[in-house]
């Protein structure tokens, strides 16, 4: 039995925490919110972000950062991207050298452009840190719903001991050194999950969703060869795999967001009816920036980028992007003489 502190209390945490409790561990659960972990230690669930899941009463709870980190053996950053900096900062005097950190949150932050493992790392050095994503929505991993997933990491030794923590009858668990390649793949899923939502929001159907998802993939691997993550990622559990999930189930606040802006509703109108962060909003300058930084064609993650930020009406960004210049698939595959 390990040890764990799980570091933010949103459905992810949640979700998680009972997971990881089923595995046989002792969970310690931390949020900023102290109202959350009252809810939770007197519900024993999370009646706002994840109703149904009903939390084990071996479970702990703390408002006491220190209490959540000291002692454990293994500790999940499952805080929002957009948290994630603010939190690692206070997070690092309490953290041991050679504490095992996995973070399980999905972004890119705006103003740096680094990953959300480079922010931990930065914040907390003393820190070894694994990340972990796939297509798993909280709402399914929380009813033991069978889910796959990647752990990324710089040693082998690493992922294979997270691997080791999460891994069960209901939770297949990947390793990867490709650390890089599955944050990338993580963050901009989101982005192209809200073209996705507008696409249904508008009415459109599966072909326009299909389109989509695999173009969108495109400019994900696109962008992630250029800045050095690796292809059979973009082709695995973090890159298509959490991309078809993201930009199809109704479990998604990504593709849920994009929906109400396809409605008609302004991007802040949708992400007030969502409740929820909507890590895609975030991510798409974050995805803009890097693709002018490596010079990467990204037209889906643009449009979307101008409907968020510039006023863009959904159906002139699809249009646009159908009545772009016409090419190849795949400009490397060649042509009989």
Known sequence: MAEIGIIGAGSWGTAIAWLLTNNGHHVTMWSAIGSEIDMLSTEREHKDKLPGVKLQDSMSFTKDLKEAIEGKDLLVLAVPSIFTRNTAKQMKEFVKDGQKIVNVAKGIEEN????????????????????????????????????TIVVGAKKKADAEYVQEIFNSNVFRVYTSPDVLGIELGAAL???????????????????????????????????????????????????????????????????????????????????????????????AKAAIA????????????????????????????????????????????????
């Open 189 to 283: 899923k989101n982005v192209v999950a809200l073209a996705a939502g507008m696409a249904d929001g508008m009415g459109y159907g599966d072909n326009t969703k299909a389109a989509l998802i695999t173009r969108g993939n495109a400019e994900i691997t696109r962008l992630g060869l250029a800045m050095g993550g690796r292809s059979e990622t973009f082709a695995g559990l973090s890159g298509i795999g959490d991309l078809i999930v993201t930009c199809a189930s109704v479990h998604s606040r990504n593709r849920k967001a994009g929906f109400l802006m396809g409605q008609g509703k302004t991007p802040d109108e949708a992400m007030a009816e969502v409740k929820m962060v909507v890590e895609g909003v975030y991510s």
């Open 290 to 337: 890097l693709s002018k930084k490596y010079n990467v064609e990204m037209p889906i993650v643009n449009q979307v980028e101008k409907i968020l930020f510039e006023g863009r009406d959904t159906r002139d960004a699809m249009m646009e992007l159908m009545l772009r210049n016409k090419k190849n698939e795949y400009s490397t595959l060649p042509w009989e003489e």
């Open 112 to 147: 740096t452009l680094m990953t959300l493992s480079q922010i931990i790392e930065e914040e907390i050095p003393q820190a070894i840190v694994t990340v972990m994503s796939g297509p798993s929505h909280a709402e399914e991993v929380g009813k033991g719903m069978p889910t």
